[in-house]
């Protein structure tokens, strides 16, 4: 007999919290598999649970952990792929489930492990990108047929658990390149400074010339300068005879503690001011705090005669330089995160308040690196802008100045030093420039363009609250682009009718592990509730390419943006997919919702996809679960493959999202951040515009829902043309809604028509823009 709904419901929302507590717990990954099964075991109130991992050779697998076999087989039992049951899950890369395994033709006994007594099996197995990792493998004395709900609850937790033993042999390979190469790092990194060190004192300061960096926010703004000090840090610790390995550990285990408390008082600071998925960076550092292998590494250190201040530096050091050899480029952003944390144990080690910048006047920050702390002690509200020498672009310091829209410049190389005495700064964060006190006819030119966007901004506020209207009464509805909960209010600030496309990856990115159905619930209700019955468009999973999850390791492909992501990703987890819709469902009851599929290029995939959306109703109901009854389901169309199958796929959706920004750089083969094919990269390129207008005309003739989703109708050229092909909603940044409402209100259906027309007969897309540039100069006046 199979556990009660609610027993399967209680494991499925706490079984992953109590295996991130068993992992803090843990000495090893011996130690922490050995928890979860016996954590597994009770939960599901079977007698057995073990884990067999895959060897280096891909073949053997070798059984690690185990809750009611024999202790003395673990280490031992070793079975090929594709031998026993357990292999035959790895084999055939499914879930197994036997009634009566002792019959089946592929069972196997192991004298060790005594096995004979169980009369049913449910083998899951474990993934690395696709590549068996291992097999998670339940057994039980009576004859027990697992429930749907069983197995995808048990899904997940295999899901965890490949996280685990992945991240585990990423830390133990990271330790021994450690070994071999640390000494070689440093030195190659000491000198590499000091070369530029040298090319950046050689080079002369021209007052015209601007500094350049890369955009992380855009906008223009001047002001004075505040300089975020530096001068208290692990580069300024002073040597320091250890007093004593007890009064050290004593130190350490103090500092621990309070910057603990200081950690959670962040975390409240952010989570009020911004929105909860801006302070879930604070869990991680606790995380790290909370991380016995952390401070293991540190009381080794002091044992040799360290002080704590002194051992931290070299444990945080070996961290930060590991960190630093990662290809992947979020996780080597991550290391801010460790020296925030290791400056805030050194400022409480020596006894001092870490320095915190006090902005008594607006002004822009200067910085060579800004970390999460240091952004969330510092008001906000005198913060024009931001300029940081670090390159890092998905910090999250600078997630959260996203989140407040303060115009941000990245990677300036030479800016404390350059920057040290200025008194005036112009950031330009439209063009990339930072300008040091800059010369008179520069600080004039900018102070104009400062007078012109504040008329600009106040002239648009009559248009926020009033509908998108052409200059003859044709509706044009114009909704937000949104991931965070924070651009609730700048979304509804700017007067957008709802959500055309909220991207639920970015919750996902901010977090340390894979949210339950209960977060995401939540989390979904708030957006929804957010907007007061005007529609949310909410957007499956879509990581890969550029996006990808701190505890999720994607595969290593040469062209991840036309790899395995998206959708692709979300039918290989289908519990992980089925979990998200769920929630989903259930969020609908508390508004407008419709359900978007990313990257679709299969009417297979549509159809996979909507068995899914079937399955998650299903658990629902049997739950007893209230949800919504029926929801419309739309794709993006952004590859080529969707704009040839429109018809047929017109006919198993009920909307269209049209991703502009992926479906022109796949067309044109121009990636639109490669500064050497940037040019290549042109919205108003006839194939593109011709297909545009295809689709258009599909969605038209069937009755679909259309919506243009990326950054091409933010550009009054693009938008006038594709209101004359015929479509009639949009969804953008919000700053950008105000603006283009206006501009609707200049311009006239037919003359929108009419170019829209003219312009589909042409095939230079010079002529085009030529074009369309007159009658933009030809539209009559507000």
């Known amino acids: 007999m199979g556990t009660t709904k609610k027993s399967t419901e209680r494991f499925g929302i706490t079984t992953l919290e109590d295996i991130s507590a068993l992992i803090l717990q843990s000495h090893d990954l011996g130690e922490t598999l050995a928890n979860i099964v016996a954590l597994v075991a009770k939960r599901m109130r079977t007698e057995v649970c073990s884990i067999y991992l895959m060897e280096e050779d891909g073949e053997t697998l070798r059984l690690m952990a185990t809750k009611g076999l024999s202790r003395r087989a673990v280490g031992r039992v070793t079975l090929k792929v594709g031998e026993g049951l357990t292999g035959l899950a790895a084999e055939e890369k499914r879930v197994v489930a036997i009634l009566e395994p002792e019959q089946h033709p592929r069972f196997r006994y192991f004298k060790e492990t005594k096995e004979e007594r169980f009369h049913s099996f449910l083998g899951l197995p474990l993934f690395d990108r696709q590549t068996p990792i291992g097999v998670v493998a339940i057994q039980t004395r009576d004859s027990r047929e697992f429930s749907q709900e069983e197995i995808s609850a048990l899904s997940t937790i295999a899901f965890q658990v490949s996280a685990i033993v992945i991240n585990a042999r990423l830390l133990d390979s990271i330790r021994k390149k450690e070994e071999e190469s640390s000494r070689f790092a440093r030195e190659l990194a000491s000198a590499r400074q000091s070369l530029e060190e040298q090319k950046d004192a050689a080079k002369p300061l021209n007052a015209d010339a601007a500094l350049r960096g890369n955009v992380a926010y855009p906008g223009v703004v001047s002001g004075s300068i505040h300089l975020l000090d530096e001068s208290f840090g692990f580069a300024d610790l002073a040597e320091e005879e250890g007093r004593g390995v007890e009064e050290e550990q004593t130190r350490l285990d103090t500092a621990l503690n309070e910057v603990r408390i200081q950690t959670l008082f962040l975390e409240k600071q952010v989570s009020e001011r911004l929105g909860e998925d801006d302070a879930a960076i604070f869990h991680t550092h606790l995380m790290i705090l909370e991380d016995r292998s952390f401070h293991e590494r540190i009381n080794r250190e002091i044992e040799q005669g360290l002080s704590a201040p002194h051992a931290l530096k070299r444990v945080v050091g070996e961290y930060l330089a590991a960190f630093e050899r990662m290809d992947d480029p979020y996780l080597r952003e991550r290391a801010a995160d460790m020296e925030d944390i290791g400056k805030r144990l050194l400022a409480q080690l020596l006894g001092r308040e870490r320095h915190v910048l006090q902005l008594n006047s607006p002004g822009i920050l200067v910085a060579r690196e800004l970390l999460p702390s240091e952004m969330a002690s510092l008001d906000h509200s005198k913060l024009l802008g931001i300029v940081t020498e670090a390159a890092e672009k998905n910090s999250h310091a600078v997630i959260m100045a996203k989140s407040l829209g303060i115009p941000a410049l990245v990677g300036v190389r030479g800016l404390v030093k350059a920057a040290h005495s200025a008194e005036l700064l112009i950031l330009d964060a439209n063009s990339g420039c930072l300008y040091l006190d800059p010369p008179q006819h520069i600080v004039e030119e900018y102070r104009r363009l400062e007078v012109d966007l504040g008329r600009e901004l106040h002239r648009l506020d009559e248009f926020r609250d009033l509908p998108g209207l052409t200059r003859d009464g044709e509706t044009i509805t114009l909704r937000a682009n949104i991931g965070l909960l924070s651009d609730i209010e700048i979304a509804c600030r700017n007067g957008a009718d709802g959500v055309g496309l909220y991207r639920t990856e970015f919750p996902y990115m901010a977090r340390t592990s894979f949210p339950d159905r209960k977060d995401q619930y939540q989390l979904y209700r708030k957006v929804i509730e957010g907007f007061d019955g005007h529609p949310v468009t909410i957007r499956t999973l879509d990581i890969g390419g550029d996006k990808v999850l701190p505890y999720f390791t994607p595969p290593r492909e040469d062209s991840p943006f036309m790899g395995w992501r998206s959708v692709r990703f979300s039918l290989d987890h289908r519990d992980i997919f089925r979990t998200q819709i769920e929630a989903i469902l259930q969020a609908g009851l508390h ?71 992926d479906l022109i750089q796949y067309m044109l083969a121009a990636d639109r951040n490669n500064p050497l094919v940037r040019k290549y990269y042109d919205p108003l390129h006839p194939a593109v515009l011709q297909t545009l207008h295809r689709v258009a005309q599909v969605a038209r003739k069937q009755q679909k829902g259309l919506c243009l989703c990326g950054e091409m109708a933010s550009d009054p050229i693009n938008l006038m043309v594709l209101v004359g092909m015929g479509v009639r909603e949009f969804s953008m940044p919000a700053p950008f809604i105000p603006r283009t409402k206006a501009f609707l209100r200049t311009l006239p259906l037919e003359t929108a028509t009419k170019a829209a027309k003219a312009v589909l007969k042409m095939t230079d897309h010079a002529r085009i823009r030529s074009y369309l540039e007159r009658k933009l100069k030809s539209l009559p006046p507000l």
Do not use: W
Not at 593 to 609: D, G, H, N, Q
Not at 615 to 632: D, F, K, M, R, V
């Open 591 to 661: 508004g407008p919702v419709k359900m978007l599929f990313p990257m679709i290029s299969t009417l297979e995939e549509v159809r996979a996809c909507r068995e899914v959306v079937a399955e998650a109703c299903a658990n629902l109901a049997q739950e007893g679960i209230y949800a919504t009854e029926s929801i419309p389901v739309g794709i993006m169309i952004e590859v080529p493959a969707a704009v040839q199958m429109i018809e047929h796929l017109a006919r198993e959706v009920d909307f269209f999202a049209l991703g502009t920004n």
